[in-house]
């Protein structure tokens, strides 16, 4: 059954897609609103009857995840603003920004070749940030995507796990391969791979390189440090774009270090062609206490 308990899954199906499904026999009807998105509909449950086929117990839960998460908590936060999608991912679902910090990055990476995007986890920036860069690959408008994080433990603990340097670098790099993978099938995303379309690699590997006809992401860019983000903002090469994102509220360097978002977003602002977004609590896409806990904690910052 891919309807759900008590059709939980239609329900919130119905809601995302704009529709109504009507599940009696011999098959389901399906009624489209204003802003149906049948086409998405029709994909996400064909993905769905094969999970189901397999024998896995289908959840709301389960199906918000192969979504992309949940919607926003206020439905009219959108309200008047164009929110065209970006790219569907390998669901058929569309890709769209959710809150209104979401649409300011979608514009600003339009209008500007460095985009600064600072906020706590759970906004979505860094998912939306790699929707925007295999969009632009999938168009044409860039010949490739890097990837880049910085590997923060080097120098303590990747000496003493097991495997070759890319097995040691892996868990460091997950969360962007994650967000591929939802994005992408896995035959077309193994091919950018293996041509070198897409890179994903710790930020020492961009050290003396330029990046041309690119479209770069530096993802946990607080836990640079300065030299590492001036090395990294000079890779740039010609027709390239790159997106920056952090939370600088996280930073794990040594103490007393500086970060290198935090330093650059301070030396950079008002240079033209540079951007700056700040999500905060209210962009939270994640369960209803994420964006309490962060409020609570923003106050707490607030009274020291």
């Given at each position: 059954?891919?309807?759900?308990?008590?059709?939980?899954?239609?329900?919130?199906l119905e809601s995302r897609f704009c529709v109504e499904i009507q599940s009696r026999l011999?098959?389901?009807?399906?009624?489209?609103?204003?802003?149906?998105?049948?086409?998405?509909?029709?994909?996400?449950?064909?993905?769905?009857?094969?999970?189901?086929?397999?024998?896995?117990?289908?959840?709301?839960?389960?199906?918000?995840?192969?979504?992309?998460?949940?919607?926003?908590?206020?439905?009219?936060?959108?309200?008047?603003?164009?929110?065209?999608?970006?790219?569907?991912?390998?669901?058929?679902?569309?890709?769209?920004?959710?809150?209104?910090?979401?649409?300011?990055?979608?514009?600003?990476?339009?209008?500007?070749?460095?985009?600064?995007?600072?906020?706590?986890?759970?906004?979505?920036?860094?998912?939306?940030?790699?929707?925007?860069?295999?969009?632009?690959?999938?168009?044409?408008?860039?010949?490739?995507?890097?990837?880049?994080?910085?590997?923060?433990?080097?120098?303590?603990?990747?000496?003493?796990?097991?495997?070759?340097?890319?097995?040691?670098?892996?868990?460091y790099l997950r969360p962007i391969q994650d967000s591929l993978s939802e994005l992408l099938?896995?035959?077309?995303?193994?091919?950018?791979?293996?041509?070198?379309?897409?890179?994903?690699?710790?930020?020492?590997?961009?050290?003396?390189?330029?990046?041309?006809?690119?479209?770069?992401?530096?993802?946990?860019?607080?836990?640079?440090?300065?030299?590492?983000?001036?090395?990294?903002?000079?890779?740039?090469?010609?027709?390239?774009?790159?997106?920056?994102?952090?939370?600088?509220?996280?930073?794990?360097?040594?103490?007393?270090?500086?970060?290198?978002?935090?330093?650059?977003?301070?030396?950079?602002?008002?240079?033209?062609?540079?951007?700056?977004?700040?999500?905060?609590?209210?962009?939270?896409?994640?369960?209803?206490?994420?964006?309490?806990?962060?409020?609570?904690?923003?106050?707490?910052?607030?009274?020291?």
């Amino acid at each position: 059954m891919i309807s759900g308990e008590n059709e939980a899954v239609f329900r919130l199906l119905e809601s995302r897609f704009c529709v109504e499904i009507q599940s009696r026999l011999p098959g389901l009807t399906v009624v489209g609103g204003k802003d149906a998105d049948i086409q998405g509909l029709f994909a996400i449950l064909d993905q769905l009857k094969v999970v189901a086929r397999n024998g896995d117990i289908l959840t709301a839960a389960e199906v918000e995840r192969l979504l992309g998460g949940p919607q926003p908590q206020n439905v009219h936060e959108l309200d008047g603003i164009p929110t065209e999608p970006i790219i569907r991912n390998r669901f058929g679902v569309a890709i769209a920004p959710k809150t209104r910090s979401q649409v300011e990055l979608v514009k600003a990476v339009a209008k500007n070749d460095v985009i600064f995007a600072k906020g706590p986890a759970g906004t979505g920036k860094t998912f939306l940030a790699v929707a925007l860069a295999v969009a632009s690959l999938e168009n044409r408008e860039a010949e490739r995507i890097c990837l880049v994080r910085p590997a923060v433990e080097a120098g303590e603990t990747l000496g003493f796990l097991p495997g070759d340097l890319k097995e040691k670098i892996a868990p460091y790099l997950r969360p962007i391969q994650d967000s591929l993978s939802e994005l992408l099938p896995a035959e077309k995303l193994r091919r950018y791979e293996e041509s070198g379309a897409i890179e994903v690699a710790p930020l020492a590997y961009m050290r003396g390189r330029t990046l041309k006809r690119a479209f770069i992401i530096l993802d946990e860019a607080q836990n640079t440090t300065v030299a590492q983000m001036k090395m990294f903002l000079t890779r740039l090469g010609p027709h390239s774009k790159a997106i920056i994102t952090g939370d600088t509220s996280q930073v794990d360097l040594a103490k007393g270090e500086e970060s290198g978002l935090k330093h650059a977003m301070r030396i950079l602002s008002g240079i033209h062609g540079i951007a700056q977004i700040t999500f905060g609590a209210t962009d939270v896409l994640r369960h209803p206490l994420v964006k309490d806990i962060l409020l609570a904690y923003e106050q707490k910052e607030k009274r020291k």
